[in-house]
C-alpha cells in the first residue's frame, strides 16, 4: 500500500512539474526568445542558431503540420496558412491531441505534410517508439523536422533521457522509423559553442560563501552578465558565422551543440 502511495505521488509531483512547464512554455518572454532572439539573450548563441536552422529546412507547400511535443509552439509563424495541430503530453492546454508517457498519438492522428519536432526527443522515454508515430503519421512524401541536443546541460521537463551524434541520430531515424534522412545539420559548432557553454556555466558563479571579497565578485560578475553578454554575442556572430549552421558532414566541427534533421517518409509501407 505504501508503494502503491508513494508512486501515485511521485505520478502527482510529475504532472505538477509538467504543468508548471507548460506555463513557462506558454509566456510571451519564451516565446519571443525563440522566435526573435536578441544578442544578450540568455541562450542567445544557441536560439539564434535553431531559429536559422528551422527556417532553412521547413518544406515548402505544407498544408497538414503537426506539431509534435509542441510546448508554447513558437515557431508556428514559420508555416503560415495550413492545418496546424497541437499535441502534447497530458496536461497542456489548446492541445488537438494528448499523449502519454509512451507518447503513442490517437488512432486520427495522420495524413500529415509535415512533423515539426523540436528540443523534444530528448525527452522522450521511448524515442524509438516516437519516431515510428512520426512515420504512421505522415503521408507518403510527407517530411519530418527534428532538432534535438548533441551537447547540452540536463534540462528535466519533467525528464531529461538522451543525447545524440549527428551520426548515431541519422541511423536511428533511419533504422527505427524507416524515414529517409534527407539532411542533416550541426548547429552552434566550435567556438561558437564553447562560448554558449562558457556562458552558461558563467551566469551560475557565485562566490557569496567567501565573505565580503566573494559577495564583490559575484556582483561583479553579476555587472559584466548584464553589460556584456550583447557584445559578446555580437562579436560571435560576426567571428564565427561558419560555426552557427553547418552540413553534419563538414570536417572540423566535431563538437556541436544542436542538431537538425529533415527526412522523409518515402515509401507506401501499411500504417
Not at 500500500?1 to 506558454?26: D, N, P, S, V
Not at 524507416?178 to 562558457?198: A, D, E, I, N
Request: net charge neutral.
Amino acid at each position: 500500500m505504501e508503494l502503491a502511495e508513494a508512486g501515485y505521488l511521485k505520478q502527482r509531483e510529475a504532472l505538477a512539474a509538467h504543468e508548471r512547464m507548460m506555463k513557462a512554455l506558454a509566456a510571451q518572454e519564451y516565446l519571443r526568445e525563440r522566435f526573435e532572439p536578441r544578442p544578450g539573450d540568455p541562450g542567445y548563441l544557441c536560439l539564434s542558431d535553431l531559429l536559422m536552422a528551422i527556417k532553412g529546412l521547413v518544406p515548402s507547400n505544407a498544408k497538414r503540420v503537426l506539431d509534435y511535443g509542441c510546448g508554447g509552439s513558437p515557431y508556428r509563424p514559420l508555416f503560415g496558412e495550413c492545418t496546424y495541430h497541437r499535441a502534447d503530453f497530458v496536461g497542456g492546454s489548446n492541445l488537438d491531441f494528448e499523449y502519454a508517457a509512451d507518447s503513442r498519438l490517437p488512432p486520427e492522428a495522420s495524413d500529415y505534410d509535415c512533423i515539426l519536432s523540436t528540443q523534444v526527443l530528448e525527452h522522450v522515454e521511448d524515442p524509438i517508439v516516437y519516431l515510428q508515430e512520426c512515420y504512421r503519421v505522415l503521408r507518403p512524401g510527407g517530411h519530418l523536422l527534428l532538432t534535438t541536443h548533441g551537447i547540452f546541460e540536463d534540462h528535466a521537463a519533467p525528464h531529461d533521457y538522451w543525447r545524440w551524434t549527428a551520426v548515431g541520430l541519422q541511423r536511428m531515424i533511419e533504422g527505427a522509423a524507416g524515414l529517409k534522412v534527407k539532411t542533416v545539420k550541426k548547429l552552434t559548432t566550435g567556438p561558437r559553442g564553447v562560448l554558449f557553454l562558457s556562458e552558461r556555466e558563467f551566469y551560475r558563479l557565485r562566490f557569496e560563501s567567501a565573505g565580503a571579497y566573494g559577495t564583490l565578485l559575484s556582483l561583479g560578475i553579476r555587472a559584466v552578465q548584464r553589460l556584456g553578454a550583447r557584445r559578446l554575442h555580437e562579436a560571435s556572430d560576426r567571428s564565427f558565422p561558419q560555426h552557427r549552421v553547418v552540413d553534419a558532414s563538414q570536417s572540423g566541427r566535431d563538437m556541436y551543440i544542436g542538431i537538425a534533421v529533415l527526412a522523409v517518409r518515402e515509401d507506401k509501407r501499411r500504417r
